[in-house]
């Protein structure tokens, strides 16, 4: 092995374990933020204000849960299609993560007596609220609770643009994969699953930053923002991770 490949692997896997301190101060964070929201977010027994139906707090509940289902379901597929230990175990965190964080979000959702799906809805129209923590009521919101089933890709309308960034057509957030690119995915194997993968997770990252950003600046129920800045933090150390495995594939991030 040269000098220059072992200085690479060095960097490789300092990067890693910078990363998975991230992941593993998000999953902090998460437990964290459970533990405040059932108390009312500063460690009292009384009950915090429930956010209200159209609320960023909701908002971004909802749709980060679907967005990092697609995560999951990503990692999954690439643990699959590639023996390489270093995308392997970056898979594993990824999914074990944004698993445990969806199942928070969620359970926040029935915490405030709120649908986890709003029929008509745009994805992420609640990032168009003002920053500063605001859209909590007393009780729960009383807007439409007939919505079940995901959110459908006729419902956003691929390509525009939502709170300052924007989904590529097909895509049913900015940064989410299409099911083009997931086909794509399942039939790669090797190298190119790897690449293919870290490309279309670096984009998902980049887009779950922007919304979990979102949600740091407009979400009022503390326990919310501190995970969303948790996240925010370990995603972002996973793009300079997943950087160096593309560079040390030849690769690069698309766009």
């Given at each position: 092995?040269?000098?220059?490949?072992?200085?690479?692997?060095?960097?490789?896997?300092?990067t890693y374990w910078a990363a998975g301190t991230a992941v593993l101060l998000a999953l902090l964070f998460a437990v964290a933020a459970t533990v405040a929201a059932a108390s009312g977010g500063d460690g009292s027994a009384a009950p915090a204000r429930t956010p209200a139906q159209d609320s960023p707090d909701a908002g971004f509940a909802?749709?980060?849960?679907?967005h990092h289902q697609q995560a999951v379901e990503m990692s999954f597929i690439?643990?699959?299609?590639?023996?390489?230990e270093?995308?392997?175990?970056?898979?594993?965190?990824?999914?074990?993560t944004q698993a445990n964080q969806r199942g928070m979000l969620l359970g926040w959702l029935d915490l405030w007596g709120l649908p986890k799906?709003?029929?008509?809805?745009?994805?992420m129209a609640w990032m168009a609220a003002p920053e500063g923590g605001a859209g909590t009521t007393g009780h729960a919101g009383h807007g439409d609770h007939s919505g079940h089933g995901d959110h459908s890709e006729h419902d956003m309308g691929g390509g525009h643009d939502m709170g300052g960034v924007a989904a590529k057509p097909g895509a049913l957030m900015p940064g989410m994969a299409t099911k083009e690119e997931l086909t794509?995915?399942?039939?790669?194997?090797?190298?190119?699953?790897?690449?293919?993968?870290?490309?279309l997770m670096t984009d998902h990252h980049k887009g779950g930053v922007a919304m979990a950003q979102g949600c740091a600046d407009r979400?009022?129920?503390p326990a919310e923002r501190a995970l969303a800045q948790g996240m925010v933090e370990a995603q972002q150390s996973e793009?300079?991770?997943?950087?160096?495995?593309?560079?040390?594939?030849?690769?690069?991030p698309r766009g």
């Open positions: 092995m040269s000098g220059s490949q072992a200085d690479s692997r060095t960097a490789g896997r300092a909802r749709d980060m849960a679907v690439v643990r699959d299609r590639t023996q390489d270093a995308v392997r175990t970056l898979a594993y965190d990824i999914a074990n799906v709003v029929a008509d809805r745009q994805p794509a995915l399942g039939a790669a194997g090797g190298r190119d699953a790897e690449v293919l993968y870290l490309q979400c009022a129920t793009l300079a991770l997943m950087a160096d495995l593309l560079r040390q594939r030849g690769a690069a």
